[in-house]
């Protein structure tokens, strides 16, 4: 696929701005007649009763050559489905995917990003961390360290740059030398929040920061809801840190599950409000449960690539044979104890015990004393 002309370009520009929430009708327009026609039918009006309603409050609007130079100014640049660099494999299932209720329903008509990365290749290996606003300590904790050994194991933290665990999540990654991606609900140009401005430009340096919206597009509540859907989408899973019972974290991890991604959770203390939307996630099966980077990797990670078993620490008795086990739990934890003594206390005959002990003590579990034997520093249950 070639890119776009300078009109062509222009043309999804026009697009972009025109359409507050792309639509299946708009979508199937460009399909019939490509960017540029289609955009000179919207601005016409010849477009099917719904699309000519979707875009009546804006179609006269075409501010296409500034929105781009604007862009181009902050090193940004719009991203279409003609470039190279368009994700559509992870971005393809919404144009199949029936969403619930009030979802935005499909792709977008572009993508404006802010940064040096492509978008295709940052997005190929990424997981969506998400979560609320009003973190508690345990959350950031768990949040850094998750998104620190992602990062540090190559995969791109994806999360919506807000306070809370989106912001954790960013810094981590960063901190691990790795690439981030924040997506907005309002112009790659804003700062949103506005205490995320440093933030925000330091991942314009090394990931890319991303917006369906065009440059000069504010923050709004509806917007972020539909940004939502992108978090989930450029994400080979949505992974929920600490998240309440309304939570917009849930309706980011219900999107990955709508797209067939996996959506994992981790457990808070059960006292914590700030986690009862990860609990009833994992009660209910909406999310796997998920404590370290590795089993997260297990999740959306390619074919083979498994958490290790969790084991636990190794016991002195662990490898002990069997028969020799009485002998060696006979002795006291202080002093020695002569073989007749260990024999009386384990009920072993004596003639057993005289012989346990020198295989014991070659494996360094017991030592020979003046008085007998006693146990090796370290060893015995």
Known sequence: MSA?????????AYLSRVVEAPTAALHALLAEHGAERAAALVRTRQVPPGLRRSTEA????????????RAGALGGRLVTPEDAEWPGWKLHPFATTVPAPRQV???????????????DE???????????????????????????????????????????????????????????????GCGIDRAYPAGHAALLARIA???????????????????????????????????????????GARSTARWARELARPAMAVPGPVTSLGSTGCHQMIRTGEAELVTTAAEVVEHVGRVGELAEVSTSPPRPLDGVDAALRPVLEALPRRGSASPQQISESS???????????P?????RHVVRTEDGWSLRRGAGA
């Open 4 to 12: 776009p002309t300078a009109a062509g370009r222009q043309a999804w």
């Open 58 to 69: 804006r179609h006269h609007l075409d501010t296409a050559e500034a929105d781009l130079a």
């Open 105 to 119: 329903p499909v792709l977008p008509v572009a993508l404006w990003v802010r940064g040096p990365a492509r978008l």
């Open 122 to 184: 940052v997005t190929d290996r990424a997981v969506s961390v998400v979560g609320t606003r009003d973190v508690s300590g345990y959350g950031e904790h768990v949040t850094a360290e998750l998104c620190h050994d992602l990062a540090a194991d190559g995969w791109t933290v994806v999360s919506g740059a807000a306070y809370g665990v989106d912001g954790a999540a960013h810094r981590a990654a960063l901190t691990a030398g790795g690439p981030t991606v924040a997506v907005l």
């Open 205 to 247: 340096e090394v990931g890319l920061v991303v917006s369906e919206h065009p440059p000069g597009t504010t923050a709004a509540g509806y917007r972020f809801l539909a940004r939502n859907r992108l978090v989930a989408g450029l994400g080979d899973g949505v992974l929920v840190v600490e998240a309440g019972w309304r939570s």
């Open 347 to 357: 009920g072993v005959p004596l003639d057993a015990v005289r012989a346990a002990l």
């Open 359 to 363: 295989e014991l003590e070659l494996d």
